[in-house]
């Protein structure tokens, strides 16, 4: 299977630059299974396709203030995109430069003190940042929202309450869980009414997600590692729903991740730690029954797993539907619900 198997195209007129006022008025793509019609509908009448007893998973992972720009010792200018924290005020992170700098110089940070390069492992840096306290809680006053590569403005004012979810609460990513972004207290409120239960799981979602597939035969893609933990609450969640016949419906492509990725034998157990899942077409999907997701990139890693999930000729099908009836494409765009290819 190629890359190219996955292309579609978009106009740049469709990719969504702004969130809409209101997070629940998103358009929502229905896509059921077999070779049943596509709906198109609204995000806020999500708890149409619901039912009592269902379980809505969702990413409470909360995005770090993870851009920064300072100046190399010789003068040039540098930008530094957090990928992940470590211990001792350290961090994984990108950095843009002219000519990359070297292990033991330092970055004198526009916001006050330095970045140390400590080493490098391919595209990615380790930086010890000496700053006034933990490097977590300088970063909430002196970094900067990292707004996905597509979305060509800087970070308003707005982004700092939009870009994260109303769930949010465990800092560590560098993206936002996208799908989650549609869900404010009006629609949580009509989905629990209706007997809808909720449950959490936290995966980081890092810079990674937004690298190209650079080979073309995916099978020698190398997939980026991301954090991720599935609590045992959530796990007994799961299997109550299951015992009480109810459909568990993940929030985005980083509930599936985490979910598939904590799967032993069939059966979801507790996990907490580092995921290079690669899920694909041939690969199935034994964790949820449903999934809400947002429209992703051409030829993306994520593309990939929603064509698992919902079968990829129904997903190509369903991109160019949306791209026919002038969806709003990635972070700040509309929404899908995918039921699996094959009724369960």
């Known amino acids: ?41 609204h995000v806020r009448d999500l708890p149409e396709f619901l039912r009592p007893g269902d379980l809505l ?45 070297k292990p033991g110089s330092r970055i004198q940070l526009d916001a006050g003190g330095e970045a140390e390069v400590v080493g490098r492992d ?58 989650g972004l549609h869900f404010d207290d009006a629609l949580l409120s009509a989905l629990r009414d209706q007997g809808v239960e909720f449950g959490h799981v936290t995966l980081h ?35 109550a729903t299951r015992a009480r016949g109810g459909r ?21 157990q507790p996990f907490a730690g580092e995921t290079q899942i690669f899920i694909f077409p041939g690969y199935r999907i034994r964790s949820v029954d449903a999934m809400v997701t947002n429209f992703h990139l051409p030829e993306s890693t994520l593309l990939m797993l929603v064509s698992a999930f919902a079968g990829r000729d129904r997903i190509m099908a369903a991109y160019a539907h949306a791209v026919r009836e002038q969806y709003r494409f990635f972070s700040y765009g509309d929404a899908m619900l995918l039921f699996p290819e094959d009724a369960r």
């Open 205 to 239: 979602v890092g810079a990674g997600t937004f690298q190209p597939m650079r080979v073309d035969n995916i099978l020698e893609h190398h997939m980026h590692s991301e954090w991720l933990n599935v609590g045992a609450a959530l796990v007994e969640q799961v299997r």
């Open 1 to 41: 299977m190629k890359k190219s198997d996955f292309h579609f195209d978009l106009p740049d007129a469709l990719i969504a630059q702004a969130p809409l006022p209101e997070r629940s008025a998103s358009r929502l793509l229905v896509v059921p299974s077999g070779d049943a019609q596509f709906t198109d509908r």
């Open 57 to 101: 998973v969702f990413n409470d992972t909360r995005v770090i203030p993870a851009r920064l720009f300072g100046q190399k010792e010789s003068g040039g200018r540098v930008e530094i995109l957090i990928e992940r924290l470590l211990p001792e005020n350290a961090a994984r992170a990108q950095v843009g430069a002219s000519k990359s700098p």
């Open 122 to 179: 391919g595209e990615f840096y380790q930086l010890r940042f000496h700053v006034p306290g933990a490097l977590e809680s300088w970063l909430q006053k002196a970094g900067r929202l990292p707004l996905p590569p597509y979305i060509q403005r800087a970070p308003g004012q707005d982004d700092d309450e939009r870009y994260q979810t109303v769930f949010a609460r465990e800092l560590g990513a560098v993206a936002a869980p996208t799908a």
């Open 248 to 268: 568990v419906i993940a929030v985005g492509t980083t509930v599936v991740r985490a979910l598939e990725s904590a799967m032993r034998d069939g059966d979801l």
